[in-house]
């Protein structure tokens, strides 16, 4: 286990070395500012093209009410996954590049991949029936749940510190499927109202209206529901300890093949017979679905332990107050905050608020996971950047956060006296540890970080509100 100073260290010499150097003399590659101006232009251009190949296969019309069809499920599941996230939400710019991922990127290269597979199969046998049957049930799952995956690899890899979890996983996966499958059902919209043009249907009784049905009404969460059991493999590998390489590679290619095995088996349900897509949709898709919504909430209580059980430690440091804990731990407690601050202070205070409560719950996430032997070796450093954001907001929130206290009630039952792990200056140099009291307003948990204000200059006047303690034993 790797051990580092209890404290971040200041460089002591020059930044003109070959670290300070390499910074100063990036190559322009190397810029942020390139890399998202390449992604926006590689996903900008995907778009532009998925756009001409579906209006080319649709019509104009087509393509215009295939839009408008398709449009209707995307804000519910959305809004969906946002509601799952909403203990510790990431941020706005991860959604937008999932969505359009999906939409654009991954819609492109299943389209692509699978009509050359499809082709080239159809060549090769001479049977074009067969090919297009083996190319739905085969190729396309491989192709598909492959590019949606892609989202959800970068934002593991590049978006560390907001990929903590299995919600995180669920909600990155589910909505980059979720914007494939709104290009995919423009392209299906589009296409079956071009057939209806050519055969006068119209009503109920069309092509338009029996695919709307079963796309838009029936099965919209069908790709969420593959997808995201890549998202959970991510997610589990999250919470693997930095040294467990094999789980780390395992999980997540365990998850993206059930996935795929899903996949193919619902696209493989139109051959069972007349009524083999109404089998396999009673019988396996809404289990399914229900069963991962039922794990996805369970784990979303989990958190929320987690934030109830973590949080106390700070509290008993002086950097909470001591009702917060229990508050932040409440997801009634917390939207009660955020109302009160924006009934008496406006807007901007219930933001202040919101973004209180998420740097709290990444702090108590952070901690488990240090406690769990988890921890990167940024784990101090983390620590004082979440402590740091917290000092800056801490007039506006604990008010609201105090005050939602008071409303839920009753108080939680006194919980017994909490025996922290050691875990700390050995192991993590947290600056915690079996020999080391929790720090006291006197001390300073954040040197060498101007933005922190020092609990030693800046003793915080606390008003714990005596009537109200839920750790009061």
């Known amino acids: 286990m790797a051990t580092f100073p209890p404290y971040p260290t200041q460089p002591s010499g020059p930044t003109d070395g070959p670290v300070g150097g390499a910074l100063r003399h990036a190559h322009w590659w190397q810029r942020s500012w390139v890399r998202y101006g390449a992604l926006t232009s590689l996903l900008a251009l995907s778009g532009l093209v998925i756009l001409a190949l579906v209006r080319e296969q649709t019509g104009t019309e087509g393509f215009l009410v295939g839009l408008g069809l398709a449009v209707f499920p995307v804000p519910l599941l959305v809004a969906a996954f946002r509601w799952l996230d909403r203990v510790e939400p990431g941020p706005w710019r991860n959604l937008l590049f999932a969505f359009a991922w999906g939409a654009c990127a991954a819609a492109l290269i299943a389209i692509v991949a699978n009509s050359f597979a499809t082709r080239w199969i159809a060549t090769a046998t001479a049977d074009p029936s ?13 192709v598909e749940e492959s590019a949606k995956a892609a989202a959800v690899l970068l934002i593991y890899l590049f978006r560390r510190r907001d990929f903590t979890g299995i919600v995180d996983g669920v909600v990155i996966a589910g909505v980059t499927a979720t914007g494939f ?110 069963l991962l919504t039922w794990l996805v909430i369970w784990t979303r209580q989990r958190e929320l332990r987690t934030v109830r059980a973590e949080l106390p430690a700070y509290a008993m440091a002086g950097w909470l107050a001591p009702a917060e804990p229990y508050a932040l731990g409440s997801m009634r407690a917390r939207r009660l905050a955020r109302e009160y601050a924006r009934r008496h202070l406006g807007r901007p205070a219930a933001r ?116 109200y303690n839920p750790y009061r034993s």
């Open 130 to 142: 067969g090919a297009d049957t083996l190319g739905a049930t085969v190729i396309a799952p491989i």
């Open 181 to 290: 499958a709104f290009t995919e059902n423009i392209l299906y919209l589009g296409t079956a109202f071009g057939t209806d043009q050519l055969t006068g249907d119209s009503g109920i009784a069309s092509v338009t209206a029996a695919t709307f049905f079963v796309r838009i009404v029936m099965s919209p969460f069908a790709h969420p529901l593959f997808t995201v059991l890549t998202g959970i493999g991510f997610g589990i590998s999250a919470l693997s300890g930095e040294r467990q390489h094999v789980r780390r590679v395992l999980l997540p290619l365990s998850g993206l093949l059930l996935a795929m095995s899903m996949h193919a088996f619902w696209n493989s349900s139109s051959t069972f017979g007349d009524y083999g897509f109404f089998a396999v949709y009673a019988a396996f898709m809404v289990p399914a679905f229900g």
């Open 352 to 467: 202040e608020v919101a973004q209180y409560e998420a740097y709290a719950t990444s702090l108590a996430f952070l901690r488990h996971r240090g406690r769990l032997g988890r921890a990167g070796a940024d784990f101090v450093v983390r620590e004082q950047e979440l402590l740091g954001e917290l000092w800056q907001r801490r007039a506006v929130a604990r008010p609201a956060l105090d005050h939602a206290a008071r409303t839920i009630a009753p108080a939680p039952a006194p919980a017994p006296p909490v025996t922290w792990p050691p875990y700390g200056r050995q192991e993590y140099g947290y600056g915690y540890g079996p020999t080391t009291p929790y720090p006291s307003y006197s001390q300073n948990l954040s040197p060498g970080l101007g933005h922190i204000p020092s609990p030693s200059h800046h003793r915080p006047v606390y008003d714990p509100y005596p009537a």
